[in-house]
Every structure is written in structure tokens, then in C-alpha cells.
């Protein structure tokens, strides 16, 4: 049971679209993204009124994705707002990408009249139905009466134990019914209880069993980030003294300059971190769910390691990967724990983990990542981003696309803090990177954000720069323009003999970015020469007004290494095209 | 064996039992039997499901189960007697 702050406004009449809003501000929200129309629109008329922030979208989709990046990057809800029907369907895509992600959202949309629902009419769409699959949980109100307790529960809900979205589709006579407001000063769910602390035995035994293991590797996802454990984790590792890798949620959670940290594993991969998974006695996992992008082919994955898998979604537990000791519970509070158990457990016994770490820091320095100059002289894909993340810091919020560019991101961009980098691990969704941004900027509005964005994916959510222009929400955003749906084409050449089957986008053609960035009130800019790039990196970062759009004009052959391919086994990782890493020269 | 039965007790709202039998479509689950029906208290009703796993783990199945928000308490029964879940997922009853 959770109680909760009761507004002045219990009790008194209004109605129920007004209660809506009334719900909305008890739960402290302070800002949403949305767009109106029929079913929603009597919520829009105290939406005017409100003290909350609401930003127009250009399509629902970004409103979706906006509210993701300000979760991700604040840690509380994002609301999004739609209205029935198509809009309700725009927020899909969003909502799955979340459910795939954890991410706590609060997606409200309107629905047709409640004596309506069932008899298609106009901008009817079973939204509940819809998105049962991929939300944590969502409802249907067809009372003015109901509409307090299920805002004040789908919040609840979104944020608590493992996070997620939740919808809340209302119909319209809902909103238009006069009702009495009254916010619930206690939520109680009888099939919703999510276990905070973990039990002592599981904590002991995750002790024992590190202070026995001579290879003991982190396994970090993005639940650590989640759970705002980064610092305790920084504890834990140096009290261990063992390498830590990172998945793609989990960037940032550790710092990467660590000499500890190995980088991140699975398909894209460093060599030293997909290797230390594979050889390790131990893993130590933390808020990760061995999915298969990170473990490669699941019957060879990690063979002959012993596993820790804490969790705060007992679900996860044995899904995928059998767990020696499963830990379920809170992460932060899990490591807190954790600590002092394994120190008493270190005093007891100290395996020697010096061969280990050894081998690991030699497989990082013989393996870093690295990537070649294009032959003709062009622009590197890879050194525009990494100049991007060199010369605009480590404070610097960055979200990407989907593909190629993504990749590099998460490579050649050094991540030092919790919630600087986000991107849409799970689902994988294109054109996540410009409504994130302009959510990661709304809700952390100091901050230099950059969207490193692909020109595939940019084409599929633009629109949300005017919105951003519009709405003094000055991103960043470079398109590392290679003029192709580069990753499929990266498949393409490795798997279907360079056989380039529509992944040409002609991008260097069309659209002219710069001329499609002012005309939406960005600032339009282009590089195409390696000497130009520091400069228009600096212009960009010297333009805080507007939002800033840069094409960057790169060469179109680069590939993202290394590559452990889909459906085969992390030890057939190759650093480049038919090379394997020289295994007979490593002592694992 | 690989055919189960359990006990569920849901909410008793609108679209529970879609919640119930899209995870298993989801999953793929296999059920052979479900039945739904009512219990002492008018807020929430009893399914009793036979699941054939084919392959999947009767311990992920309930856990998964349990996650659904709706889902209030769940139960294996064997020769018609209640049995306690094996507890390899610590607290899947939430
Ligand atoms: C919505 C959606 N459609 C299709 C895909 C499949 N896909 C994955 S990466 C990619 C290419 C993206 O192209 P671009 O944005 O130019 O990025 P690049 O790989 O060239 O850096 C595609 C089509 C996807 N992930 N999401
Ligand atoms: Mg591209």
C-alpha cells in the first residue's frame, strides 16, 4: 500500500475532464507532450488552464518518445496525451519502445463515447486491446467518477518496482460528466506488490559465492541506471576489484574511464568485454536480462560461469539464463546490502584475481576499439561522432537513432555519468532520437543535448524540430549522413553477398538537410571535409537559441566492428571482415 | 508431466481474461483448459487453467503470470489439493 499527498481540491465539483487535470497536477506532473482532437478534446479545455506544461507535437509518435527521453533522463514519469483512434495508434510504437526499455510513461488518450465503444465509430481503435502486450498495465474508464484512482494508479504503477508504461484510455462522456473530484489518499493493489528489498539468505549466498570465484565479471544493464545505484556499484567494483562491462541500456551507469570497465558486450561488442562474459566463473548480473543481442547463441554463452542475477522483476529471473542465486529486489538496495556482506565474506577468503585481470586488461589494450580512415580522404563516420562527444564533454546528454550511427554512439562516445545516454535498446525503434532529445531537453534544460542521428531515422520523426523551434527546446542534432539505411546495408554486405536491395537512401541528394532544418526554424549546417569537422562541431555548440541540425556528409562503406554475428556464438566475434581476434596469443 | 493446472484468482473487470490468454497466446503457452467462474467475493473470479508447458517452465509461466496487474494470487493444484509453487523464483507471488 502507498499513501500519498491529498490535494485541497478533494472534493469539490467539476467535471471529469477537470478532475483529469486535477489528478495530473496532484501527481506532480510539470510538463506533457500530446496534440488534441475529438475524443481527448474536452481534457484540452483545463489543460489551458493548468499550471503544466504542454507542448505541442507534430505527431504522436514524438510525443511518445518525447516522454520517454525526459523519463530516461529525469527518472520520473513522461506524460503523453492523444486523442482516440489514430492518435491513440501513433502512441504504439512509443509504448512498446518503452515497455522493451522499462521506461515509466503515462500515456492518456481519449476514446470514443462509452455507449459508442463497440460499434466502429468515428476514430474508434480498441487502444486497450492494442497495447495489452507491451504495457505494464493500462485501463479503460468509462466513469467521470473512476478517473482520479486510475491517474493516481497507472503512476503508481509506471514508476514502482520494475518501470514501464501504463495507459489510461477515457471516454469521452467521462470527461464531460460532472463528478465530484476525489484523489486517493491510499493506493492499495491487490495483484501488485513489487518486492523492494531483497531477503537476506539470497544477499549471503551472492557473498559466498564471490568470494570464491577467480573470474568474476560485472554484468551491468540498464536496471542499475533505473535504480540509481551507480554510486553504489562504484562501491561494490572497487571493493571486488573485477572488470565490469556495460550493456547499450547500461552506458553511463559506470564511468567508462575506468580502468575496470571493459566497455560494452554483445553483438557490437568490445573484444574484452564480450570475452570476459564467455570466460568468466562468475557473473555478477545486475539489472541485465540476457538478451540475446548480448548473449549471441544462448546454448554457448557464458558455459562455464556460475550466475548472480539480481533483479527487481522476479520474471527475469531464469528466463533465459539459469540463475545459481537469484537476488529479487530494488538494485540500490540489493548493492547496499551486498557490500558489507561481501566484505565479511572477503576477510574470510580473498581469491587472487590478479591473472584474471590481467588477461582482461591485456585482451582491452591488444582489442581497443578502433576504426579505419576512409582511403579517398572523406569524413569517418566514426570520428565525427567521436569529435561530437570529445569536444561537447561529459556532461552532455546524448539520444541516437537506430543502426549504424547508434553503434558508434555508444563506441566512441566516453560515458561518465548515469542518464547521458539514451537510446532504444530493446526495440530497436527508428526515429527515437529527435522527440527523445527534445524530451531529454525539456527535462534537463541546462544540459547540451545532441541527437546523433542517422539519415534513415531523421527522415522519420523530423517533424519534432519544429516543435523544437517553436517551443525554445534548443537540441543538437548530427546526421551522420551516409546516404543508406547503412546497418542493413552493413548486413547486406556480409550476408547477401553486397546484394544493396533498397538501403539506398540518395540522401546526399534528398532531402537538403540544412535547407529541411531552417525551414523548420532550426539552424541549417554541413560538413563534408575532415578539416571542417572541429570547426562546425564548435559552431553547433556555440548556437544555444535554436536548435541546431548538422549534416554531416560521411563516407559510405564504414562498418560497425566488432561483429558477433545474429544467431551464432559470441566466440566467433570478429574485430573486421573475416578476422577473428588472435585467440592462441591470449591466455584465458 | 508436462500438463499443469493452476488456480488463478483475478480482478473481476472488463478484459481480464484477454489479459490472461494474450500472454499466453504472446508466449506461447500452450492451454488446453480454462475455466472461469466466480468466487465468494463479487471482485474477483477464479480461472482454473490447464497448461501444457511442451518446453517452457511452469516457474516462468506463473511468473509471467504474475505480472499481469490483475493477476491476484496463483496456485498449482495437484489431485485436486493445493500445492505450493516451487519457490526457484524467490516471491514470484509478489
Ligand atoms: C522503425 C524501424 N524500421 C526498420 C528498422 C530496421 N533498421 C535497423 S537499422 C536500419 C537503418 C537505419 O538507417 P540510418 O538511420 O540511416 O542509420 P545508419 O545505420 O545508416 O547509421 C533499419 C532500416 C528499424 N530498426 N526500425
Ligand atoms: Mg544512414
Known sequence: MTTQHVPTANGTAMSGATSLVKSLEAANVDV?????????????????????????????????????????????????????GPGATNLVTPLMDAGMDSVPLVAITGQVPSAAIGTDAFQEADIRGITMPFTKHNFLVTKAADIPRAIAEAFHIATSGRPG????????????????????????????????????????????????SKKPV?????????AEASKELAQLVELLGAPVVTTLMARGAFPDSHPLHLGMPGMHGTVAAVTALQKADLLITLGARFDDRVTGKLSTFAVSAKVIHAD?????????????????????????????????????????????????????STYPLGYTLPDDGSLSPQAVIERIGKISGSETIFTSGVGQHQMWASQFISYEHPRTWLNSGGAGTMGYGVPAAMGAKVGAPDATV???????????????????????????????NNESLGMVRQWQTLFYEGRYSNTSLESKRVPNFPMLAEAMGCVGLS??????????????????????????????????????????SNDEIMIARATAPDWDSQEL | MSIHTIEVLVENEPGVLARVSGLFARRAYNIDTLVVGPTSNPEVSKMVIQVNLEGHSLEQVIAQLDKLISVISIEELVDGAKKPVKDTQPDYQN
Open chain 1, 32 to 84: 506533457m507532450f500530446g496534440l488534441p482532437g475529438g475524443a481527448i478534446l474536452p481534457a484540452y479545455d483545463p489543460i489551458f488552464d493548468s499550471t503544466i506544461r504542454h507542448i505541442l507535437v507534430r505527431h504522436e509518435q514524438g510525443a511518445g518518445h518525447a516522454a520517454t527521453g525526459y523519463a530516461q533522463v529525469t527518472g520520473r514519469a513522461g506524460v503523453c496525451i492523444a486523442t482516440s
Open chain 1, 312 to 364: 527487481i522483476d522476479p520474471a527475469e529471473i531464469n528466463k533465459n539464463k539459469f540463475a545459481d542465486v537469484p537476488v529479487v529486489g530494488d538494485l540500490r538496495e540489493t548493492i547496499t546490502a551486498l557490500i558489507p556482506a561481501l566484505k565479511a565474506a572477503l576477510e574470510k577468503s580473498r581469491p587472487d584475481l590478479t591473472p584474471w585481470n590481467a588477461s582482461m586488461q591485456k585482451l582491452k
Open chain 1, 165 to 212: 508504461p501504463v495507459l489510461v484510455d477515457i471516454a469521452k462522456d467521462a470527461l464531460q460528466t460532472q463528478t465530484t473530484f476525489n484523489w486517493p489518499a491510499k493506493i492499495e493493489l491487490a495483484g501488485y506488490n513489487p518486492r523492494i528489498t531483497p531477503d537476506n539468505q539470497s544477499i549471503a549466498d551472492a557473498a559466498a559465492l564471490i568470494a570464491q
Open chain 1, 218 to 226: 560485472f554484468y551491468v544493464g540498464g536496471g542499475v541506471i533505473k
Open chain 1, 450 to 480: 545532441w541527437a546523433i542521428d542517422g539519415d534513415g531515422c531523421f527522415q522519420m520523426t523530423n517533424q519534432e524540430l519544429v516543435t523544437c523551434a517553436l517551443n525554445n527546446i534548443p537540441i543538437k542534432v548530427a546526421i551522420i
Open chain 1, 527 to 568: 560538413c563534408e571535409r575532415p578539416e571542417d569537422l572541429d570547426a562546425t562541431i564548435e559552431k553547433a555548440m556555440s548556437i544555444n537559441d535554436q536548435p541546431v541540425v548538422v549534416d554531416f556528409r560521411v563516407h559510405r562503406d564504414a562498418m560497425v566492428w566488432p561483429m558477433v554475428a545474429a544467431g551464432t
